[in-house]
């Protein structure tokens, strides 16, 4: 804060927990990571690289350098470990993980079939080295998954070792929690709020009308992923009523009056 305004929300700092911004690193260069943590590394806990980008990553231990040196949580997209495990690679995808440098992973099954108690497996071995988040969802419009299902993955991946789970959403935000429209599927959601500690609940958010969504329904503090870039500080000024989406959300009653 460049200014101690009042009624501003507290955020979480420092190593956070809770309050999490992934950003989504599709693919910036060297130069672009550094101008990107100068602005924006203090409301940013963990960088994606996207997809399975980190096999053509120019400079991919010297990103991951970079970002940890920033106080960052860098690690590969889930599409990446699916990418390993689909060829029968999955100790290989561990020694790469290892030896980029990384400390988190991710651990998915959203373009391919695979069985659940497979996936819990991958997370209790990763889960001896790694801190893992595990996406819940499917990346292929028209695969369906009840509520009870997403809630029951969820647990029992938590459960398993995955520091958090991950909702699926895509870098479009047009699947898994949301319609194709890019509207939420809400009573999805408040089946898992109902459930899971949000705490534990990353979610997928690259739009801002979902991102303001999910902070007028869990707070300032909610953990939000695939955030673009350019759009990290854009966020959180979002997160503590400094764009008009969420103005008198964080207002007390008496200064509602002034509404337009």
Not at 47 to 71: H, M, N, P, Q
Request: hydrophobic share 40%.
């Amino acid at each position: 804060m460049n200014f101690p305004l009042s009624h501003i929300p507290e955020r979480t700092s420092g190593e956070r927990e809770v309050g999490l911004t992934m950003m989504m690193d599709k693919g910036l260069s060297l130069k672009e990571a550094g101008h990107f943590i100068e602005s924006s590394a203090p409301y940013t806990d963990l960088v994606k690289f996207g997809f399975g980008t980190a096999l053509i990553t120019r400079d991919l231990k010297e990103k991951v350098k970079l970002y940890k040196s920033a106080g960052l949580k860098p690690y590969f997209g889930g599409t990446l470990f699916e990418m390993f495990y689909v060829r029968g690679e999955f100790d290989a995808f561990r020694r790469f993980v290892d030896e980029s440098g990384l400390h988190n992973v991710e651990v998915s099954d959203g373009t391919i079939r695979m069985d659940h108690n497979e996936k819990l497996e991958c997370i209790a071995t990763l889960a001896k080295d790694f801190q893992v988040l595990s996406e819940i969802g499917s990346k292929v419009k028209g695969v369906e998954m009840s509520n009870e299902v997403w809630v029951t993955q969820m647990k029992t991946e938590l459960e398993t070792g995955s520091w958090k789970v991950i909702a699926e959403a895509r870098e479009s935000g047009t699947i898994g929690i949301y319609d194709s429209d890019g509207s939420a599927n809400q009573e999805l959601i408040d089946d898992i709020v109902k459930a899971i500690s949000v705490d534990d609940v990353l979610w997928e958010a690259p739009n801002k009308a979902q991102q303001t969504m999910f902070i007028k329904l869990l707070g300032a503090n909610v953990n939000l992923g695939n955030i673009a870039p350019h759009e990290v500080v854009s966020l959180e000024a979002l997160r503590c009523g400094m764009r008009g989406d969420t103005f008198f959300d964080v207002l007390p009653e008496e200064f509602h009056s002034r509404k337009q």
